[in-house]
């Protein structure tokens, strides 16, 4: 079981800049690869971006160019970095971890909402 905790939300102007941290409760060396992803109102989850245990990044097309994941292995954290913010990025950002055979396993954590206002 993997546990982890999201931080770094709130209400920004556009424009602005936010940096979201995800916390492992274990090291997450052990973890295949982790990402963020987010939920707009009345919309699915969606994937932003993961960066696996090797460091490898993906990023959805809508997440290039103004978001950067990046992980401290030594802090067992990972961040997404985010730029310019618009008000399309209002959402409720998730945490994901992947581990086991064929990432099999996942879990999330409780979410950070994000809120930009124009």
């Known amino acids: 079981q993997v546990q982890l905790v999201e931080s770094g939300g709130g209400l920004v102007q556009a424009g602005g800049s936010l940096r979201l941290s995800c916390a492992a409760s274990e090291t997450i060396f052990s973890i295949n690869s982790m990402g963020w992803y987010r939920q707009a109102p009345g919309k699915q989850r969606e994937l932003v971006a993961t960066?696996?245990?090797?460091?490898?990044?993906n990023y959805a097309d809508s997440a290039k160019g103004r978001f950067t994941i990046s992980r401290d292995n030594a802090k067992n954290t990972v961040y997404l970095q985010i730029n310019n913010l618009k008000p399309e990025d209002t959402a409720v950002y998730y945490c994901?971890?992947?581990?086991?055979?064929?990432?099999?396993?996942?879990?999330w954590g409780q979410g950070t909402q994000v809120t930009v206002s124009s």
């Open positions: 994901n971890a992947a581990v086991g055979l064929g990432n099999r396993y996942n879990f």
């Open positions: 960066i696996t245990s090797g460091g490898r990044t």
